[in-house]
């Protein structure tokens, strides 16, 4: 920041993740998680976010709502869905 900057205009937020700044931490911690490893079921992102399943499934909802996380059905395993970050 230059010194003819006035504090706090710098963004809190990387571009394109203005979503989920006001989202709950569980969704946050998801979505860096599918950031990182790209897609994962909802039973691979409660094993690596270390948060409960209905915890996890929460955190998708909200981020399906903000429109920065996708689904569709995997394809090794009808019953399940794969879900994919949609912000870079």
């Known amino acids: 920041m230059s010194a003819s900057e006035p504090a706090g205009t710098e963004s809190?937020?990387?571009e394109g993740w203005e979503p989920v700044t006001d989202l709950p931490p569980?969704?946050?911690l998801?979505?860096?998680v599918l950031e990182y490893n790209g897609t994962l079921t909802?039973?691979?992102l409660a094993e690596e976010t270390l948060l409960p399943s209905?915890?996890?499934r929460y955190a998708l909802t909200r981020l399906e709502e903000a429109d920065v996380v996708e689904s569709r059905f995997s394809f090794t395993?009808?019953?399940k869905r794969?879900?994919?970050?949609?912000?870079?």
């Open 42 to 44: 909802q039973s691979q």
């Open 30 to 32: 998801v979505a860096k």
């Open 82 to 88: 794969v879900y994919t970050l949609t912000i870079e």
């Open 77 to 79: 395993d009808a019953r």
């Open 12 to 14: 809190a937020s990387p």
């Open 54 to 56: 209905r915890t996890v």
């Open 26 to 28: 569980s969704a946050k």
